[in-house]
């Protein structure tokens, strides 16, 4: 997601194949144990397209195979995990500067380590505000970009809070490269078919973009789950590829 919209019938696709993978966890006071399996591969894909010169259409898909085993806990499956659907309005845009709201439907596991099981999906309801900053310093781009997500499920419940900020700088004509740090608060869920407790979790994320082609990208990115609450300190591998079109 970009603070920037789209043109009128332009757009941007993004798909992308996880690897994680982690031996440790936290509970909710923040000590630490082991786990004996968990690992996750994951397809993710986002697409955003102009509607308007203010409106735009964005929808994310992701699918899952995970595998989870420690005491008292055993779960595999391999199915799709998580659906979007919305609209992305830019509420502001000027040279170097652009601000956009977007609302969305959300049906999937909102807990980032998936230790909700696919069966008990849910859906919520998501409102997103998104700022950016873009500057040229040596006739490189320089950018900032926060995002803060809430989202609450249809029955009025509150289901969770993100946030994210980007730095990022061009370092060449073909190389990009970009940090990321994210927060997130998750609301009590199902572990299992047995009530979850709440989680949250930090994470950072260093990533290297290369143009291949005029419109086409390439990342390498790695995230680590620094610290939090019920989580699991995940390490997470991605490679994707960005058209823009």
Known sequence: ASAWNPAPGQGELISGYVFIEADQAKNGSGELFDLDLY?????????????????????TFDWQETQIAQPGLSIAYSEASSITAGLQYQTSLKSGHATAISVSYVHGIDLPDALITVENRRSSLEVRGLWGESKMWRDRNIFAELQL?????????????????????????????????????????????????????????????????????????????????????????????????
């Open 149 to 245: 997500a809430a989202r609450m499920r249809f029955e009025g419940d509150y289901d969770s809070f993100h946030t994210q900020f980007t730095l990022g700088a061009e370092l060449t004509d073909r190389l990009s490269l970009l940090g990321k740090g994210r927060f997130s608060d998750i609301g009590p869920g199902e572990l299992d078919r047995i009530t979850g407790s709440a989680q949250s979790r930090w994470e950072a994320e260093a990533a290297g973009v290369f143009r291949i082609r005029e419109n086409d990208f390439i990342e390498l990115s790695y995230t680590n789950v620094v610290t939090g609450r019920n989580t699991v300190l995940e390490n997470e591998w991605k490679v994707g590829l960005w058209t823009k079109f």
């Open 39 to 59: 690992n996750k591969q994951m397809v993710q894909s986002y697409g955003i397209v102009g509607i308007t010169p203010k409106l735009a259409f964005l929808g």
